[in-house]
């Protein structure tokens, strides 16, 4: 069983900070690449940010400069450092992982709960 669980959400004023975290757990083998998606009320779900096993990553526009992710793979965790924060920043963060729980099992993906980030003054 592997569970991911995102934390860290809160209410922040805008030009705030804010660190969210992902832990992933259970009998995993390898980990692949962990990103972090958000969805804003009526909106699609959209790419933050994603990082590979060997650290590279990869961010949506709207984020850039604003926005790092890191990867902690001792504990299969990442997280992601958002300053600067903007109304627009708003929505459920969730956080997505590619793993195998053995090495010849396919490459297997799941996501966590997600976890409430608001922007407002």
């Known amino acids: 069983q592997v569970q991911v669980v995102e934390s860290g959400g809160a209410l922040v004023q805008p030009g705030g900070s804010l660190r969210l975290s992902c832990i992933a757990s259970g009998n995993i083998v390898r980990m692949y690449v962990m990103g972090w998606y958000r969805q804003a009320p009526g909106k699609q779900r959209e790419l933050v940010a994603k990082i590979t096993s060997t650290g590279i990553t990869d961010f949506a526009e709207s984020v850039k400069g604003r926005f790092a992710i890191s990867r902690d793979n001792a504990k299969n965790t990442i997280y992601l450092q958002m300053n600067s924060l903007k109304s627009e920043d708003t929505a459920v963060y969730y956080c997505?992982?590619?793993?195998?729980?053995?090495?010849?099992?396919?490459?297997?993906?799941?996501w966590g709960q997600g976890t409430q980030v608001t922007v407002s003054s």
């Open positions: 997505n992982a590619d793993f195998q729980t053995y090495p010849q099992e396919p490459i297997r993906s799941t």
